[in-house]
């Protein structure tokens, strides 16, 4: 949920926007510039990366726990690392479970492309084919007009209907519903309830496929077509799609670990700042756009069996890098961000070209063309969007590092 910034909102929200996303490239300038990361060669990858990810995490507070998986595209580097604490006296480890938020919406993504190959559904179909118009009436009523009929799967997928976000948007009370989350974690939400705060008390502002605006909203109901095309729970379309084949035996979706009654291992705690805000992420409301528990290594097996041709066809993959400017650094296509940063900017901070999707508690899982790497983990902090690739930024730079001393010992032998 709420990575970097959403776009569209209002005018005022797209040049804070604007002003954030300017600040951001700058911020991370001046941090690079700073402290140059520069790794020297070791000899040992695998020790080099638990170097750097010790060096990110002793300067990096408040970070209180990080993780980080590489695992290069022909299997020759699968490494992972993580740093801090899981939750008071327990050491975070590698297998530690994390809460993947955003990045979540990449497998709800990956389900629709599915469904769409299985020609139970197609892309161009409205929403309205499948959900019950009480769920959805009226949810997208812009300058008088109903749009709602005509609001399809792939404008869904893309973020450009104008339904608004139900997650971080402001209602008549003047607060969002994560602010709500925080002030009374303890009380339960459905996605029903979610996708009925965007219908009866936010409004959309701009007529569908105008603009690109980041909305968890759109994830839920495309949760919701999932359920009603297939006739199971979600959870149950994830195991059966991607967590059983993958062999992903420490995936699942918040409240439904498995196997059924087991004990779930707890995953790593979430700070905003200084406040853990852990208990905010079983509140019920996270769901296809942010409620899969997972490890690192495991949302790597994903990513590379996704661009492998292993989940869907090629040209199914294709169409969701179909990208559109967000939010500068970051474009969004079906369910997928792509990165990137000024060139002058990424020559300094080592951050290359990326696709994949990030997520609202430090999240993250990308992969690199440039290197043929796929990087996931998380730095567990709500606040601190540029931390998870800064992270990203050092581990490439390392494993660069020594690729390259390593072919300079092997060229001089």
Not at 26 to 40: F, G, I, K, L
Not at 258 to 268: I, M, Q, V
Not at 294 to 308: D, G, H, I, Q
Request: aromatic share 10%.
């Amino acid at each position: 949920m709420g990575v970097l910034a959403s776009s569209g909102v209002s005018r005022s929200k797209r040049a804070a926007m604007a002003l954030l996303c300017a600040a951001t490239i700058a911020v991370v300038t001046w941090s690079v510039v700073r402290w140059a990361y520069r790794p020297a060669p070791t000899g040992d990858l695998h020790h080099a990366l638990d170097r750097t990810l010790a060096d990110f995490f002793q300067s990096n507070r408040p970070v209180r726990n990080c993780v980080i998986s590489v695992m290069s595209g022909d299997g020759s580097l699968v490494w992972s690392g993580a740093a801090g604490s899981a939750r008071e006296n327990v050491a975070m480890t590698s297998d530690t479970p994390i809460y993947i938020a955003s990045v979540t919406k990449l497998y709800t993504a990956t389900a629709v492309m599915r469904l769409a190959e299985q020609r139970r559904l197609t892309l161009d179909d409205p929403m309205a084919k499948y959900l019950p118009k009480e769920l959805i009436d009226k949810i997208q009523v812009y300058q008088g007009r109903d749009y709602t009929n005509a609001i399809t799967l792939r404008g869904l997928l893309a973020h450009r209907t104008g339904i608004p976000d139900y997650y971080s948007e402001k209602a008549g009370d003047g607060k969002s519903l994560f602010e709500l989350f925080v002030e009374d974690p303890g009380r339960s939400w459905t996605p029903e309830q979610t996708i009925a705060r965007a219908r009866d008390e936010l409004k959309p502002a701009f007529a569908p496929d105008t603009q690109t605006s980041y909305s968890d909203t759109y994830y839920q109901l495309l949760g919701k077509v999932i359920e009603r095309v297939t006739g199971k729970p979600l959870e149950v379309v994830f195991e059966e799609f991607f967590f059983e084949p993958l062999g992903l035996r420490h995936t699942w979706m918040v409240g439904h670990c498995r196997p059924s009654g087991a004990l779930c291992p707890l995953p790593a705690q979430v700070f905003l700042a200084d406040r853990d805000v852990t208990a905010t992420r079983s509140n019920g409301a996270y769901w296809a756009d942010g409620g899969i528990v997972s490890t690192a290594a495991e949302m790597n097996v994903f990513l590379k069996a996704l661009r492998e041709g292993g989940l869907i066809r090629q040209e199914s993959l294709d169409e969701m890098h179909e990208w559109k400017p967000m939010s500068r650094p970051l474009e969004y296509g079906y369910g997928t961000m792509r990165f990137e940063l000024p060139w002058p900017v990424r020559a300094l901070t080592g951050i290359p070209v990326l696709w994949g999707h990030s997520g609202s508690t430090g999240s993250f899982l990308y992969y690199s063309q440039d290197f043929d790497l796929y990087v996931a983990g998380t730095t567990d902090q709500i606040d601190g969007k540029m931390k998870p690739f800064l992270l990203i930024g050092r581990a490439i730079q390392t494993v660069n590092a020594e690729s390259r001393s390593s072919g300079a010992r092997r060229s001089g032998d």
